[in-house]
């Protein structure tokens, strides 16, 4: 499947934003859409924070293992997902852009590395509901931020 990208400018420094999203505890602010049920674990901030939430996603309720693995402030913050016993592995990336005026672009990127092998012909019709709710989490992200 191709990679889901979605975007949004905040009117917020980009070191602010990076240190907000930083907090792997914030995500469930803007994600609570689509990721429920959160419980968290490691360090709260930076590579090994982690974080296990159930997606509400069409089909079966499906529990997701998160770990933020790379991290470059106050740029990009990586994150690996593990699902479906291993055999599902996502990367979402978040990437952190100065605008001009002081706000910041923020770019986030979900890749599939790996799905069953019964669910891959079904990808392509998750991408557009996967789209939608990002497109979403990047929204609230921003309503998030200027509370």
């Not at 599939?112 to 509901?129: D, H, I, S, T, V």
């Amino acid at each position: 499947m191709k990679p889901v990208s979605v975007s949004v400018s905040v009117d917020r420094p980009r070191d602010e934003v990076y240190a907000y999203l930083d907090v792997l505890a914030n995500h469930e602010r803007f994600t609570d859409h689509f990721l429920t049920d959160w419980s968290l674990s490691g360090p709260a901030t930076g590579v090994g924070a982690k974080a296990r939430m159930k997606a509400k996603a069409p089909g079966p309720d499906t529990w997701i293992e998160m770990e933020v693995v790379d991290a470059a402030a106050p740029e990009r913050i990586v994150e690996r997902g593990v699902s479906a016993q291993g055999r599902r592995r996502t990367r979402g990336t978040y990437r952190l852009h100065e605008e001009p005026g002081g706000g910041t672009r923020v770019e986030f990127e979900l890749v599939y590395e790996a799905a069953p092998a019964g669910e891959r012909l079904a990808l392509p019709l998750m991408r557009p509901w996967l789209r939608r709710a990002n497109a979403k989490a990047m929204q609230r992200l921003d309503a998030a931020l200027a509370a």
